[in-house]
């Protein structure tokens, strides 16, 4: 039985601090020392997650505060924990920011639960002596936190860099555990979302590597390495003392397609354990390039970027048509923001039109802003496939797509009044504070939700594909 969880955390005082490079870095470091990682990411993300993953050669789990309970949170923390040497968790956004002026659901508060040593990444940009006084405010802030080395980055010089070392190590009492400079040529390129997902990046494994490499150059990995382990014999809060493995399978009895490609990528690991685990066996697609679906008795559509690949959806017109007709005959699908997308009638960009699969009269466009970015509270306002009615679910959104009415008697289903099965009580949705529009046994929605905190969504999938089996025989 596992007591000891050697942790460590990378927040940052903002987002866009460089708290990515910085854990991509510890990680890809570490693996190449021979130590097994498993990483964590705090906040709804899919992104950073998956960038970790690939450079820790390991699934990234979510933790989130809001969006998980914090027993479950915890149990997720041991019972994913495994053999690992360490845990690598990346907060997100500032190290003290939440949903309020408490702070609520931060990575402050997150490192409280896990009772985690903190590694802060501060920025140097335009500022000398001053980032000794914001890093003692931070330390101040909330002494329970447990802020133990800093790293400084992005400053522009040596002499730079010793005028922040030494106010630092100074005034704050805290060592400075890395000191990375301006880095001309970013290895991780950017995209309206953040980071370019890792499948979609030319050279992953150049970009880890350089990663490492920074982090080897720059950083103390042994100090921190010290501070992990250190962490490791710190009980959480709630702990009984206990690890908490997670339950094994049942036997399989429904097969549910996974579409899992570059423009559908957009998944917690957790979401499918969870189908796993209440009996479900899980099959890839790829709506890129499969002709047809494959014998299956639920399919589960993520996020992504269906955009970037609207002209390659658009001519796979054999596998949208195989998804159009076993919808027609009550296949059950559940999907989220870019499997909305696809199920529409089409994407409009640039002036031009791409056909998608047509199950809702909805067309989407794209933004030069979000159209909606954040936590969603959304309430189950009338019966439908998946949920009961009165059902509350937390979950979150991020889209630079809004949807557009089809005109009258396009797609196949234009003349068909759309039902929306969620009222928002926090976020955006579709249109008018609604969302998860749904048709026969389709629900697709904005809103992306974790299973862990969220169960009635494993449930539904199973039973609904369960019902599905079952008619068929």
């Known amino acids: 039985m596992r007591s000891n969880y050697p942790r460590i955390i990378v927040a940052g005082m903002r987002g866009g601090s460089g708290k990515t490079t910085v854990s991509l870095g510890i990680i890809a470091a570490w693996v190449r020392k021979g130590r097994a990682i ?3 990411k705090k906040g709804p993300d899919y992104i950073d997650a998956g960038w970790l993953s690939s450079a820790a ?26 053999r690992a040497d360490c845990a690598v968790i990346e907060g997100n956004r500032g190290l003290y920011d939440g949903m309020d002026a408490e702070g609520t659901y931060s990575t402050a508060e997150l490192a409280k639960t896990l009772n985690a040593p903190v590694i802060l990444v501060l920025d140097c940009t335009k500022v000398t002596r001053t980032a000794a006084a914001m890093l003692l405010g931070m330390i101040k802030f909330d002494p329970s936190v447990k802020i133990l080395g800093v790293v400084l980055n992005r400053f522009s010089g040596l002499r730079h860099e010793n005028v922040i070392r030494e106010a630092v190590e100074r005034y704050c009492k805290v060592p400075v555990v890395g000191a990375i400079p301006r880095l001309r040529g970013e290895q991780l390129s ?8 890792f499948q979609e990046h030319p050279e992953v494994g150049e970009a880890i590597s350089a990663t490492a490499e920074i982090a080897e150059k720059y950083l103390d990995l042994d100090r921190i390495w010290e501070m992990a382990i250190a962490g490791g014999p710190r009980r959480m809060r709630s702990e009984t ?9 049942l036997n399989p009895s429904v097969r ?4 899992r490609d570059s423009a559908f990528q957009f998944y917690y690991p957790e979401n499918f354990e969870e189908l796993e685990k209440q009996g479900a066996v899980l099959t890839e697609i790829s709506a890129l390039k499969a002709k047809k679906l494959p014998e299956i008795d639920a399919l589960y559509i993520g996020g992504g970027f269906p955009e970037t690949h609207a002209i390659a959806l658009a001519r796979n017109s054999s596998f949208r048509t195989s998804l159009k007709s076993a919808i027609e005959e009550g296949l059950p699908v559940y999907a989220e923001c870019g499997g909305l997308m696809y199920l529409g009638d089409a994407l409009l960009l640039d002036n031009k039109t791409y056909p998608m699969t047509g199950i809702f009269p909805l067309r989407f466009s794209l933004g030069k802003k979000p159209q909606a970015h954040g936590y969603t509270i959304v309430k189950v306002r009338n019966a439908n496939p998946f949920y009961k009615k009165g059902t509350v679910l937390r979950g979150h959104e991020f889209h630079y797509s809004r949807a557009i009415e089809s005109p009258e008697g396009s797609g196949g289903n234009g003349r068909r009044r759309m039902k929306f099965a969620f009222r928002m009580q926090r976020g955006e949705g579709i249109s008018n504070g609604l969302d998860g529009v749904w048709y026969k046994n389709v629900l697709a929605t904005y809103t992306h939700l974790h299973a862990l905190g969220s169960p009635e969504w494993a449930e539904g999938m199973i039973r609904r594909a369960a019902l599905y089996k079952k008619g068929r025989k």
């Open 241 to 249: 003392g206990k690890t908490c493995p997670l339950p094994p399978a």
């Open 57 to 82: 050669k390991h699934p990234c789990f979510n933790l989130d505060p809001f969006l998980i309970t914090k027993e479950k949170l915890l149990s997720s923390f041991r019972g994913h924990f495994g």
């Open 38 to 40: 498993v990483p964590f």
């Open 256 to 259: 549910i397609g996974i579409i």
């Open 190 to 197: 950017e995209r309206h979302m953040g980071l370019t997902p």
